[in-house]
């Protein structure tokens, strides 16, 4: 379902100019494509983690220097709404309290909202 939902709004977003890369990560899949795209875009739009190896690949981009967009496509809870964010001065998150160390607490914590 989420690959066919991506494959048409990977189509529509193309029409509008917009270049579209999927990253797949993996075994033999670890070269840091993406930062070379980043370093390249106008922009750099992608979904916000908060959680570890996640965030440190979001992260990795936001040091590329590209202007960054963390969006939320949470569909179930907004993680602003559950935590309490600290930014540097930079404007950069720096910190989250109430945040679980593993992406599954998140999930189990949220579960039922």
Known sequence: FQLEALQYVTNEWEKLGAGVAIRVHGPGSRIPHHLTLARRSIAVVTDEP??????????AI?????????????CSVPPASRLQRQFNDSGLISSCKGLPAKAWRWEKMTRDR
């Open 50 to 59: 908060f959680v570890h190896p996640y965030l440190s690949f979001v992260q």
């Open 62 to 74: 936001e040091r590329t220097g590209a202007v960054t967009y963390r969006v939320d496509g949470s």
